[in-house]
Protein backbone atom coordinates (compact mmCIF):
# COMPACT_ATOMS: atom_id res chain seq x y z
CA UNK A 1 0.00 0.00 0.00
CA UNK A 2 2.82 2.48 0.74
CA UNK A 3 4.28 1.72 -2.77
CA UNK A 4 1.01 2.76 -4.06
CA UNK A 5 0.35 5.84 -2.46
CA UNK A 6 3.99 7.06 -2.67
CA UNK A 7 2.60 6.31 -6.78
CA UNK A 8 -0.16 8.40 -6.63
CA UNK A 9 1.23 11.39 -4.16
CA UNK A 10 4.02 11.61 -7.44
CA UNK A 11 0.73 11.77 -9.96
CA UNK A 12 -1.05 13.99 -7.38
CA UNK A 13 1.98 16.51 -7.51
CA UNK A 14 2.32 16.84 -11.51
CA UNK A 15 -1.49 17.22 -12.09
CA UNK A 16 -1.58 19.56 -9.30
CA UNK A 17 1.20 21.84 -10.20
CA UNK A 18 1.69 24.96 -11.14
CA UNK A 19 -0.31 24.82 -14.47
CA UNK A 20 -3.19 23.25 -13.09
CA UNK A 21 -3.13 26.43 -9.88
CA UNK A 22 -2.64 28.79 -12.27
CA UNK A 23 -5.04 27.73 -15.10
CA UNK A 24 -7.50 27.59 -12.11
CA UNK A 25 -6.26 31.10 -10.86
CA UNK A 26 -6.44 32.78 -14.08
CA UNK A 27 -9.82 31.72 -15.13
CA UNK A 28 -11.19 32.85 -11.90
CA UNK A 29 -9.28 36.24 -12.12
CA UNK A 30 -10.19 36.95 -16.01
CA UNK A 31 -13.92 36.28 -15.12
CA UNK A 32 -13.74 38.40 -11.95
CA UNK A 33 -12.21 41.40 -14.13
CA UNK A 34 -14.40 41.04 -17.59
CA UNK A 35 -17.20 40.79 -15.19
CA UNK A 36 -16.10 43.79 -12.97
CA UNK A 37 -16.60 41.64 -9.61
CA UNK A 38 -19.89 40.70 -9.98
CA UNK A 39 -19.03 37.56 -7.06
CA UNK A 40 -19.10 40.57 -4.94
CA UNK A 41 -21.12 43.51 -6.10
CA UNK A 42 -24.27 40.84 -7.13
CA UNK A 43 -23.60 38.44 -3.79
CA UNK A 44 -26.60 39.84 -2.34
CA UNK A 45 -29.39 39.78 -5.21
CA UNK A 46 -27.96 36.37 -5.93
CA UNK A 47 -28.58 35.01 -1.67
CA UNK A 48 -32.21 36.96 -2.80
CA UNK A 49 -32.76 34.73 -5.89
CA UNK A 50 -32.13 31.50 -3.55
CA UNK A 51 -35.51 32.50 -1.97
CA UNK A 52 -37.72 33.65 -4.42
CA UNK A 53 -39.84 31.14 -6.79
CA UNK A 54 -39.09 31.21 -10.25
CA UNK A 55 -41.18 29.25 -12.59
CA UNK A 56 -39.36 27.82 -15.97
CA UNK A 57 -38.18 24.70 -18.03
CA UNK A 58 -36.18 22.19 -15.74
CA UNK A 59 -36.83 19.18 -13.32
CA UNK A 60 -36.38 20.61 -10.29
CA UNK A 61 -36.75 24.10 -8.63
CA UNK A 62 -34.14 26.57 -8.68
CA UNK A 63 -33.39 26.09 -4.54
CA UNK A 64 -33.42 22.28 -5.22
CA UNK A 65 -31.28 22.62 -7.73
CA UNK A 66 -28.86 24.44 -5.33
CA UNK A 67 -29.40 22.36 -2.39
CA UNK A 68 -27.80 19.24 -4.51
CA UNK A 69 -25.10 21.15 -5.43
CA UNK A 70 -24.44 21.57 -1.98
CA UNK A 71 -25.00 18.45 -1.13
CA UNK A 72 -22.58 17.51 -2.85
CA UNK A 73 -20.03 19.87 -2.01
CA UNK A 74 -20.22 20.05 1.53
CA UNK A 75 -19.21 16.83 2.14
CA UNK A 76 -15.99 15.50 3.89
CA UNK A 77 -14.41 18.25 2.25
CA UNK A 78 -15.65 20.66 4.74
CA UNK A 79 -14.63 18.55 7.70
CA UNK A 80 -12.40 15.93 7.16
CA UNK A 81 -10.96 17.83 4.11
CA UNK A 82 -10.25 20.90 6.02
CA UNK A 83 -8.09 19.10 8.64
CA UNK A 84 -6.93 17.35 6.48
CA UNK A 85 -5.70 20.33 4.10
CA UNK A 86 -4.22 21.90 7.57
CA UNK A 87 -2.12 19.16 8.54
CA UNK A 88 -0.47 18.75 5.08
CA UNK A 89 -0.07 22.47 4.23
CA UNK A 90 -0.32 24.19 7.43
CA UNK A 91 -2.35 27.28 8.20
CA UNK A 92 -1.58 29.19 5.05
CA UNK A 93 -3.82 26.52 3.26
CA UNK A 94 -6.91 27.87 4.86
CA UNK A 95 -5.69 31.20 2.89
CA UNK A 96 -5.75 29.62 -0.46
CA UNK A 97 -8.57 27.84 0.04
CA UNK A 98 -10.27 31.25 0.40
CA UNK A 99 -8.51 32.92 -2.65
CA UNK A 100 -9.64 29.80 -4.48
CA UNK A 101 -13.06 30.15 -3.45
CA UNK A 102 -12.96 34.32 -3.68
CA UNK A 103 -11.74 34.03 -7.02
CA UNK A 104 -13.63 30.93 -8.29
CA UNK A 105 -17.28 32.27 -7.21
CA UNK A 106 -16.83 34.03 -10.87
CA UNK A 107 -15.97 30.20 -12.04
CA UNK A 108 -18.82 28.71 -10.67
CA UNK A 109 -21.27 32.03 -12.14
CA UNK A 110 -19.83 31.26 -15.55
CA UNK A 111 -20.84 27.43 -15.04
CA UNK A 112 -23.97 27.87 -14.17
CA UNK A 113 -24.58 30.44 -16.89
CA UNK A 114 -23.37 28.23 -19.60
CA UNK A 115 -24.97 24.60 -18.07
CA UNK A 116 -28.35 26.56 -18.39
CA UNK A 117 -27.87 28.50 -22.12
CA UNK A 118 -26.56 25.35 -23.36
CA UNK A 119 -28.99 22.57 -22.25
CA UNK A 120 -30.83 19.66 -23.81
CA UNK A 121 -32.98 17.46 -23.37
CA UNK A 122 -32.01 13.40 -23.18
CA UNK A 123 -34.32 10.29 -24.91
CA UNK A 124 -36.44 9.87 -21.47
CA UNK A 125 -37.13 13.47 -21.47
CA UNK A 126 -34.97 14.62 -18.66
CA UNK A 127 -32.87 17.73 -19.06
CA UNK A 128 -28.97 17.65 -19.69
CA UNK A 129 -26.75 19.51 -19.30
CA UNK A 130 -23.13 20.22 -17.56
CA UNK A 131 -19.34 20.41 -19.53
CA UNK A 132 -19.68 17.91 -22.00
CA UNK A 133 -23.07 19.86 -23.56
CA UNK A 134 -21.87 23.53 -23.24
CA UNK A 135 -18.69 22.14 -24.29
CA UNK A 136 -20.27 20.75 -27.20
CA UNK A 137 -23.03 22.68 -28.28
CA UNK A 138 -20.72 26.15 -27.38
CA UNK A 139 -17.56 25.38 -28.65
CA UNK A 140 -18.72 23.18 -31.55
CA UNK A 141 -18.45 19.72 -32.55
CA UNK A 142 -14.56 20.12 -33.04
CA UNK A 143 -14.40 20.32 -29.50
CA UNK A 144 -16.79 17.11 -28.71
CA UNK A 145 -12.90 15.52 -28.02
CA UNK A 146 -12.76 17.47 -25.15
CA UNK A 147 -16.42 16.83 -23.50
CA UNK A 148 -15.98 13.21 -23.96
CA UNK A 149 -12.09 13.69 -21.49
CA UNK A 150 -14.40 15.35 -19.36
CA UNK A 151 -17.19 12.94 -19.46
CA UNK A 152 -15.05 10.13 -18.57
CA UNK A 153 -13.34 11.76 -15.54
CA UNK A 154 -16.61 13.08 -14.37
CA UNK A 155 -17.57 9.32 -14.27
CA UNK A 156 -14.14 8.00 -12.61
CA UNK A 157 -14.30 11.06 -10.14
CA UNK A 158 -17.68 9.77 -9.09
CA UNK A 159 -16.73 5.88 -8.64
CA UNK A 160 -13.28 6.55 -7.36
CA UNK A 161 -13.09 10.09 -6.36
CA UNK A 162 -15.57 12.58 -4.79
CA UNK A 163 -18.58 10.39 -4.94
CA UNK A 164 -17.84 7.25 -2.82
CA UNK A 165 -14.34 6.44 -1.01
CA UNK A 166 -13.79 9.51 0.90
CA UNK A 167 -17.23 10.04 2.12
CA UNK A 168 -18.14 6.40 3.03
CA UNK A 169 -14.76 6.24 4.98
CA UNK A 170 -14.65 9.60 6.66
CA UNK A 171 -18.51 8.35 7.67
CA UNK A 172 -17.43 4.73 9.31
CA UNK A 173 -14.25 6.11 10.54
CA UNK A 174 -16.24 8.73 12.65
CA UNK A 175 -18.91 6.84 13.66
CA UNK A 176 -16.62 4.23 15.23
CA UNK A 177 -14.48 7.03 16.79
CA UNK A 178 -17.51 8.34 18.29
CA UNK A 179 -20.14 5.93 18.49
CA UNK A 180 -17.92 2.83 18.64
CA UNK A 181 -20.11 1.28 16.01
CA UNK A 182 -18.44 -1.49 13.65
CA UNK A 183 -17.04 0.17 10.66
CA UNK A 184 -19.01 -2.87 8.53
CA UNK A 185 -22.37 -2.13 10.09
CA UNK A 186 -22.24 1.57 9.52
CA UNK A 187 -20.65 0.74 6.01
CA UNK A 188 -23.71 -1.31 5.68
CA UNK A 189 -26.11 1.10 6.44
CA UNK A 190 -24.16 3.59 4.66
CA UNK A 191 -24.82 1.44 1.29
CA UNK A 192 -28.43 0.17 2.07
CA UNK A 193 -29.40 3.99 2.80
CA UNK A 194 -27.61 4.90 -0.95
CA UNK A 195 -28.72 2.27 -3.04
CA UNK A 196 -32.81 3.48 -1.40
CA UNK A 197 -32.31 7.28 -2.68
CA UNK A 198 -30.26 7.02 -6.37
CA UNK A 199 -32.94 4.44 -7.30
CA UNK A 200 -35.12 7.38 -7.45
CA UNK A 201 -33.55 9.42 -10.05
CA UNK A 202 -33.09 13.10 -9.38
CA UNK A 203 -36.12 14.16 -8.06
CA UNK A 204 -35.63 11.81 -4.98
CA UNK A 205 -31.83 13.07 -4.91
CA UNK A 206 -33.04 16.97 -4.84
CA UNK A 207 -36.03 16.06 -1.97
CA UNK A 208 -33.51 14.70 0.46
CA UNK A 209 -31.06 17.25 -0.33
CA UNK A 210 -33.06 19.95 -0.02
CA UNK A 211 -34.68 18.70 3.30
CA UNK A 212 -31.36 18.09 4.56
CA UNK A 213 -28.88 20.50 3.64
CA UNK A 214 -30.22 23.63 4.93
CA UNK A 215 -30.70 22.11 7.84
CA UNK A 216 -27.53 20.07 8.97
CA UNK A 217 -25.63 23.21 7.33
CA UNK A 218 -27.11 25.90 9.70
CA UNK A 219 -26.55 23.23 13.02
CA UNK A 220 -22.77 23.13 11.84
CA UNK A 221 -22.48 26.77 11.63
CA UNK A 222 -24.14 27.25 15.07
CA UNK A 223 -22.12 24.63 16.68
CA UNK A 224 -18.84 26.05 15.11
CA UNK A 225 -19.97 29.67 16.64
CA UNK A 226 -20.16 28.42 20.56
CA UNK A 227 -17.03 26.58 20.04
CA UNK A 228 -15.23 29.17 19.03
CA UNK A 229 -17.10 31.05 21.56
CA UNK A 230 -16.18 29.07 24.35
CA UNK A 231 -12.35 29.42 23.16
CA UNK A 232 -12.48 33.18 22.03
CA UNK A 233 -9.11 34.38 23.44
CA UNK A 234 -7.35 32.12 21.11
CA UNK A 235 -9.22 33.20 17.62
CA UNK A 236 -7.25 36.38 17.14
CA UNK A 237 -4.07 34.28 17.21
CA UNK A 238 -5.52 31.94 15.13
CA UNK A 239 -6.33 33.67 12.39
CA UNK A 240 -3.18 35.80 12.71
CA UNK A 241 -1.40 32.82 11.87
CA UNK A 242 -3.36 31.91 8.65
CA UNK A 243 -2.21 34.81 7.04
CA UNK A 244 1.37 34.25 8.48
CA UNK A 245 2.01 30.62 7.21
CA UNK A 246 0.72 31.21 3.86
CA UNK A 247 3.51 32.91 2.86
CA UNK A 248 6.52 31.44 5.59
CA UNK A 249 8.62 28.24 5.11
CA UNK A 250 6.50 27.85 8.77
CA UNK A 251 3.38 27.16 6.49
CA UNK A 252 3.59 23.24 6.15
CA UNK A 253 3.45 22.40 9.54
CA UNK A 254 4.00 18.46 9.93
CA UNK A 255 4.32 18.49 5.48
CA UNK A 256 7.11 20.57 4.55
CA UNK A 257 8.88 22.14 7.97
CA UNK A 258 12.32 22.80 7.50
CA UNK A 259 12.60 23.42 3.53
CA UNK A 260 13.08 26.61 1.57
CA UNK A 261 10.78 29.03 2.09
CA UNK A 262 9.17 29.10 -1.97
CA UNK A 263 8.43 25.20 -0.97
CA UNK A 264 6.99 25.42 1.93
CA UNK A 265 4.65 28.40 0.51
CA UNK A 266 4.30 25.92 -2.81
CA UNK A 267 3.12 23.47 -0.65
CA UNK A 268 0.39 25.72 1.00
CA UNK A 269 -0.85 26.85 -1.69
CA UNK A 270 -1.09 23.70 -3.98
CA UNK A 271 -2.67 22.04 -0.63
CA UNK A 272 -5.18 25.17 0.25
CA UNK A 273 -6.46 25.39 -3.31
CA UNK A 274 -6.49 21.56 -4.13
CA UNK A 275 -8.79 20.92 -1.30
CA UNK A 276 -10.88 24.65 -1.60
CA UNK A 277 -11.64 23.14 -5.59
CA UNK A 278 -12.88 20.19 -3.28
CA UNK A 279 -14.85 21.71 -1.10
CA UNK A 280 -16.46 24.29 -3.56
CA UNK A 281 -15.99 22.09 -7.14
CA UNK A 282 -15.45 25.75 -8.36
CA UNK A 283 -13.53 24.89 -11.86
CA UNK A 284 -14.08 21.51 -11.79
CA UNK A 285 -17.62 21.62 -13.65
CA UNK A 286 -19.54 18.96 -11.30
CA UNK A 287 -22.30 21.55 -10.07
CA UNK A 288 -23.28 22.58 -13.64
CA UNK A 289 -24.59 19.17 -14.31
CA UNK A 290 -27.35 19.43 -11.82
CA UNK A 291 -27.35 23.41 -12.36
CA UNK A 292 -28.86 22.64 -15.66
CA UNK A 293 -31.77 20.83 -14.05
CA UNK A 294 -32.95 23.99 -12.36
CA UNK A 295 -36.62 25.06 -13.60
CA UNK A 296 -35.31 28.84 -14.86
CA UNK A 297 -36.05 31.08 -17.56
CA UNK A 298 -32.30 32.83 -16.88
CA UNK A 299 -28.94 31.57 -17.28
CA UNK A 300 -27.95 34.74 -15.52
CA UNK A 301 -30.28 34.25 -12.69
CA UNK A 302 -29.04 30.60 -11.86
CA UNK A 303 -25.66 31.72 -12.55
CA UNK A 304 -26.01 34.07 -9.89
CA UNK A 305 -27.76 31.34 -7.40
CA UNK A 306 -24.77 28.96 -8.37
CA UNK A 307 -22.00 30.96 -7.15
CA UNK A 308 -23.36 31.04 -3.70
CA UNK A 309 -22.54 27.66 -3.23
CA UNK A 310 -19.00 28.35 -3.51
CA UNK A 311 -19.87 30.84 -0.62
CA UNK A 312 -21.91 29.04 1.40
CA UNK A 313 -19.04 25.83 1.83
CA UNK A 314 -15.86 27.52 1.65
CA UNK A 315 -15.74 30.86 2.71
CA UNK A 316 -18.98 30.01 5.69
CA UNK A 317 -17.92 26.15 6.33
CA UNK A 318 -14.70 25.49 5.86
CA UNK A 319 -13.60 28.54 7.55
CA UNK A 320 -15.47 27.57 10.66
CA UNK A 321 -14.08 24.35 10.83
CA UNK A 322 -10.50 25.61 10.38
CA UNK A 323 -10.45 28.29 12.84
CA UNK A 324 -11.85 25.91 15.45
CA UNK A 325 -8.84 23.40 14.16
CA UNK A 326 -6.27 25.92 13.87
CA UNK A 327 -7.58 27.96 17.45
CA UNK A 328 -7.37 24.04 19.36
CA UNK A 329 -3.86 24.63 19.31
CA UNK A 330 -4.04 20.46 18.10
CA UNK A 331 -2.12 21.11 15.09
CA UNK A 332 1.49 21.14 16.87
CA UNK A 333 0.53 19.15 20.16
CA UNK A 334 0.27 15.40 19.32
CA UNK A 335 -2.61 13.48 21.49
CA UNK A 336 -0.92 10.49 23.44
CA UNK A 337 1.97 10.91 21.49
CA UNK A 338 0.15 11.30 17.85
CA UNK A 339 -0.50 14.04 15.55
CA UNK A 340 -4.52 13.70 14.67
CA UNK A 341 -5.65 13.85 11.16
CA UNK A 342 -8.42 14.11 9.35
CA UNK A 343 -11.72 13.23 11.05
CA UNK A 344 -10.17 12.99 14.29
CA UNK A 345 -8.36 15.86 14.31
CA UNK A 346 -12.01 17.82 13.56
CA UNK A 347 -13.45 15.48 16.61
CA UNK A 348 -11.04 16.47 18.93
CA UNK A 349 -10.97 20.63 17.90
CA UNK A 350 -14.39 20.33 18.64
CA UNK A 351 -14.40 18.84 21.65
CA UNK A 352 -12.18 21.25 23.89
CA UNK A 353 -14.37 23.87 22.93
CA UNK A 354 -17.57 22.43 24.59
CA UNK A 355 -18.59 20.09 27.43
CA UNK A 356 -18.05 16.54 27.53
CA UNK A 357 -18.06 14.88 24.29
CA UNK A 358 -20.69 17.30 22.31
CA UNK A 359 -18.37 18.24 19.73
CA UNK A 360 -17.04 15.37 18.66
CA UNK A 361 -21.09 13.95 18.80
CA UNK A 362 -21.86 17.47 16.51
CA UNK A 363 -19.16 16.64 14.01
CA UNK A 364 -19.94 12.86 13.63
CA UNK A 365 -23.62 13.36 12.88
CA UNK A 366 -23.06 16.41 11.16
CA UNK A 367 -20.17 14.16 8.87
CA UNK A 368 -22.92 11.33 8.22
CA UNK A 369 -25.76 13.95 7.38
CA UNK A 370 -23.08 15.97 4.75
CA UNK A 371 -21.24 13.06 3.40
CA UNK A 372 -24.27 10.82 2.36
CA UNK A 373 -25.96 14.06 0.72
CA UNK A 374 -22.39 14.30 -1.05
CA UNK A 375 -22.62 10.65 -2.13
CA UNK A 376 -26.29 10.57 -3.56
CA UNK A 377 -25.40 14.28 -5.32
CA UNK A 378 -22.11 12.46 -7.17
CA UNK A 379 -24.51 9.10 -8.15
CA UNK A 380 -26.29 11.55 -10.38
CA UNK A 381 -23.24 13.64 -11.34
CA UNK A 382 -21.51 10.10 -12.52
CA UNK A 383 -24.83 9.14 -14.25
CA UNK A 384 -25.29 12.43 -16.69
CA UNK A 385 -21.60 12.04 -17.42
CA UNK A 386 -21.69 8.26 -18.66
CA UNK A 387 -25.24 9.29 -20.45
CA UNK A 388 -23.35 11.61 -22.29
CA UNK A 389 -20.60 9.32 -23.19
CA UNK A 390 -22.82 6.04 -23.89
CA UNK A 391 -25.28 8.71 -26.01
CA UNK A 392 -28.22 6.99 -24.14
CA UNK A 393 -29.24 5.87 -20.90
CA UNK A 394 -29.11 2.26 -21.49
CA UNK A 395 -25.85 1.85 -19.28
CA UNK A 396 -27.32 3.15 -16.12
CA UNK A 397 -28.23 0.55 -14.41
CA UNK A 398 -24.94 -0.83 -14.60
CA UNK A 399 -23.74 2.37 -13.17
CA UNK A 400 -25.99 2.50 -10.37
CA UNK A 401 -24.80 -0.99 -9.21
CA UNK A 402 -21.12 -0.17 -9.72
CA UNK A 403 -21.82 2.78 -7.43
CA UNK A 404 -23.51 0.58 -5.02
CA UNK A 405 -20.32 -1.39 -5.31
CA UNK A 406 -18.11 1.44 -4.54
CA UNK A 407 -20.08 2.62 -1.37
CA UNK A 408 -19.69 -0.95 0.30
CA UNK A 409 -16.01 -1.71 -0.06
CA UNK A 410 -15.40 2.09 0.76
CA UNK A 411 -15.18 1.54 4.75
CA UNK A 412 -12.04 -1.02 4.06
CA UNK A 413 -9.93 1.03 1.81
CA UNK A 414 -6.68 3.14 3.55
CA UNK A 415 -7.30 7.36 4.22
CA UNK A 416 -4.34 9.03 2.66
CA UNK A 417 -4.45 7.19 -0.59
CA UNK A 418 -8.02 7.84 -0.93
CA UNK A 419 -7.56 11.68 -0.31
CA UNK A 420 -4.71 11.35 -2.79
CA UNK A 421 -6.84 9.79 -5.62
CA UNK A 422 -9.68 12.16 -5.17
CA UNK A 423 -7.30 15.43 -5.56
CA UNK A 424 -6.13 13.57 -8.67
CA UNK A 425 -9.33 12.70 -10.58
CA UNK A 426 -10.45 16.64 -9.53
CA UNK A 427 -7.86 17.75 -11.30
CA UNK A 428 -8.46 15.74 -13.88
CA UNK A 429 -12.16 16.78 -14.85
CA UNK A 430 -10.47 20.59 -14.12
CA UNK A 431 -8.43 21.17 -17.25
CA UNK A 432 -11.39 20.27 -20.15
CA UNK A 433 -14.11 22.54 -17.85
CA UNK A 434 -11.67 25.37 -17.51
CA UNK A 435 -10.47 25.28 -20.98
CA UNK A 436 -14.55 25.49 -21.95
CA UNK A 437 -15.29 28.06 -20.01
CA UNK A 438 -12.51 30.38 -21.12
CA UNK A 439 -13.94 29.27 -24.80
CA UNK A 440 -16.84 30.22 -23.89
CA UNK A 441 -16.20 33.61 -22.01
CA UNK A 442 -17.74 35.72 -24.36
CA UNK A 443 -20.85 34.42 -24.04
CA UNK A 444 -20.87 34.84 -20.63
CA UNK A 445 -20.28 38.25 -20.36
CA UNK A 446 -22.53 38.87 -23.32
CA UNK A 447 -25.54 37.47 -21.61
CA UNK A 448 -24.71 38.97 -18.17
CA UNK A 449 -24.41 42.87 -20.07
CA UNK A 450 -27.87 41.54 -21.43
CA UNK A 451 -29.56 40.48 -18.16
CA UNK A 452 -28.43 43.51 -16.15
CA UNK A 453 -29.35 45.85 -19.03
CA UNK A 454 -33.13 44.37 -18.47
CA UNK A 455 -33.14 43.02 -22.24
CA UNK A 456 -35.30 39.31 -22.01
CA UNK A 457 -34.56 36.84 -24.78
CA UNK A 458 -35.74 33.33 -24.92
CA UNK A 459 -33.47 31.03 -23.60
CA UNK A 460 -34.64 27.00 -22.98
CA UNK A 461 -38.11 24.89 -23.81
CA UNK A 462 -38.75 21.55 -23.72
CA UNK A 463 -39.08 21.44 -28.08
CA UNK A 464 -35.13 21.61 -27.84
CA UNK A 465 -34.26 17.89 -27.44
CA UNK A 466 -30.73 15.89 -27.85
CA UNK A 467 -28.79 16.45 -31.49
CA UNK A 468 -29.83 13.93 -33.78
CA UNK A 469 -26.64 14.30 -35.65
Given at each position: ??????????????V????????????????????????F?????????????????G????????????????G??????????????????????W???????????????????????????????????????????????????????????????????????????????????????????????????????????????????????????????????????????????????????????????GT?????????????????????????????????????????????????????????????????????????????????????????????????????????????????????????????????????????K?????????????????L????????I?????????????????P???????????????????????????
Open positions: MKGITEVLKSIQSAWGIPTMALLLFTGLYLTVRLKGLQIRLPRAIRYIFEKEEGEDVSAFASLCTALAATITGSIVGVATALRAGGPGALFWMVSALVGMATKYAEGLLAVKFRTVDENGQVAGGPMYYIERGLGKRWVWLAKIFAFFGVVTALLGCGTFPQVNAITESVESAFGVPVWVMGALVTVAVTAVILGGINSISKVAESVVPLMAGAYVLGSVAVLAANYQAVPHAISTIFVSAFTPGAALGGAAASMAAMMTAMRTGIARGVYTNEAGLGSSPIVVAAAKTKSCVRQGLISMTSVFFTTIIICTMTGIVVISSGLLETPVNGVLLDGGKLSNAAFNQGLPGNIGMYMVTIGLIFFSFTTIIGWNYYGERCLVYLAGGVHLNLYKLLYIGCIAVAPFLSEPIWILADTNALMAFPNLVGILGLSVVIWETKQFFQKKSYPLFTREHTVDKE
